[in-house]
């Protein structure tokens, strides 16, 4: 575990008898994953680009929508449980409202959100079984870029270290081989990334 690994944080583990649960559905979905300031909604947004079907960051796209009515980002962000259940939610629906067969992009996945579960207090087991519904067909974690903060992103440094720590740990107890997307020129990461997509 990170050495600035932050006391907010529950380091509550996945259940392993839990784990032990079988994928319902194989997909052709691929997962793009990193802390903020990896560079995922570029990377996105160059697959977008390419003619892929993608799926933009939930937890983004909500505070955009509550930032539009005049709210502010430290009043959004305060009850933390309330935000993490309603992305949750938001995601929950995107997987279940999307066909399996067809190659998706997904700007980060459904077990991402245990992490926001930790930071919120919560248990992530209470939900892990919903991500045995889909499986996904690769996922892709981008190393991390410096911190920079903008009007969503209002934590720090220490919480995306702690936040690469747990999806990179989620993942793996999920069974899932993750690749680790170096820091590349974008067009360079585009290409790694495309280069290692299973073949269907």
Request: with cysteine; net charge negative.
């Amino acid at each position: 575990m990170p050495n600035s690994y932050p006391s907010e944080f529950l380091d509550t583990e996945l259940d392993p008898g839990l784990l032990s649960t079988p994928f319902k559905v194989q997909t052709k979905w691929h997962v793009i994953n990193g802390a903020s300031c990896s560079g995922k909604s570029t990377l996105i947004g160059q697959l977008d680009n390419h003619g892929f079907k993608t799926v933009p960051e939930v937890a983004r796209q909500y505070y955009d929508e509550e930032l539009a009515k005049g709210r502010k980002i430290e009043d959004i962000r305060k009850d933390r449980e309330s935000v993490t259940i309603q992305c949750y939610n938001r995601m929950v629906r995107n997987e279940r409202g999307l066909p399996a067969s067809e190659v998706i992009f997904f700007d980060r996945a459904l077990p991402d959100i245990f992490v926001f579960f930790r930071y919120a207090g919560m248990n992530p087991n209470e939900f892990l079984l919903d991500c045995f519904q889909y499986r996904y067909a690769s996922v892709f974690i981008l190393d991390r870029l410096p911190y920079q903060r903008d009007r969503v992103r209002v934590s720090n440094d220490r919480i995306a270290e702690n936040y690469d720590f747990w999806i990179s740990r989620d993942y793996k107890a999920l069974g899932y081989n993750t690749v680790r997307v170096p820091v590349l020129p974008p067009e360079e990461r585009l290409a790694f990334v495309l280069e290692r997509l299973p073949e269907e």
